[in-house]
């Protein structure tokens, strides 16, 4: 039982790389979600999306980009990393319906210097 | 827009004592309302979650919250701490028609032998 999981485990950044975070769930839920989450701000939502094909803003959605080609994998890059966008990054899955939970990956810790 | 507020980002408590962790939330309409842990270097799991029906829910580890409108809170409570229960909890919330899950900050659990 697989989940959700996400690749890389942790990555160090050069201010201005580029990267992509992969995350693979397979459970076939059709919502998928990225998080960040920093020191006292709990969880804020970067992206979402309800489907293959679909995406959306979040909260804090500046300086990422997401795509959701397939219904089991939801990609977020970076197309220039900055040292603000040092954080521990989450995908999650769920089913469409509000009263189901969301099941989260083990966590992407991304540092850049 | 829907919103939950944690209050207290630390509570000590002792091994053997109650455990309260507080959560009130904000939502124009009837919300659905999760409990998640995060052990350190893990992802989030869910504790317990409240849709529909019986106010007071029960979760995994002996938790347990209860869904009081009146008040907009959902507290969890645990009678007797244990040494395993040092974690970062996590209150969200979800509306019907929203499709976002929503954190809170977060609240660090510490027990003391």
New interface residues.
């Given amino acids: 039982n697989a989940g ?1 999981t996400q690749t890389p485990k942790f990555r160090v950044l050069k201010t201005g790389q580029s990267m992509t975070l992969l995350c693979a769930q397979d459970m076939n839920h059709e ?1 998928m ?1 990225w ?1 960040r989450q920093d020191p ?6 970067i992206h ?1 999306s ?1 489907g293959e094909g679909t995406t ?1 803003k ?1 909260e804090v959605p500046d300086g990422y980009n997401v795509s959701r080609l397939k219904k089991q994998n939801f990609l977020l890059g970076l197309e220039s990393a900055a040292p603000s966008q040092t954080s521990v990054y ?1 995908c ?1 899955s ?1 089913l469409v319906f ?2 189901t ?2 099941f ?4 992407t810790r991304l540092t850049v210097v | 827009a829907q919103s939950v507020t ?1 209050l207290g ?1 630390h509570v000590s408590v002792s091994e053997g004592a109650l455990v309260l962790l507080r959560c009130n939330y904000s939502s124009s309409v009837p919300p ?1 309302l ?1 409990w ?1 842990v995060q052990y350190p ?6 504790l317990l ?1 409240y ?2 029906g019986a106010t007071l829910v029960k979760g995994i580890n002996g938790f347990e919250a209860e869904f009081k409108k009146s008040e907009t809170s959902f507290h969890l409570t645990k009678p007797s701490a244990h040494m395993s229960d040092a974690a970062e909890y ?1 209150c969200a919330v ?13 609240t660090r659990l510490l027990v003391s032998p």
Wanted: hydrophobic share 35%.
């Fill in positions: 959700v919502y979600y998080y006292g701000m709990g969880l804020r939502l979402y309800v959306a979040g989450f999650a769920s509000e009263n939970e969301a989260f990956g083990q966590g | 944690q980002s659905y999760f998640y270097n893990q992802g989030l799991q869910l979650k849709t529909t996590f979800r509306n019907t028609g929203f499709q976002k899950l929503v954190f809170g900050t977060g």
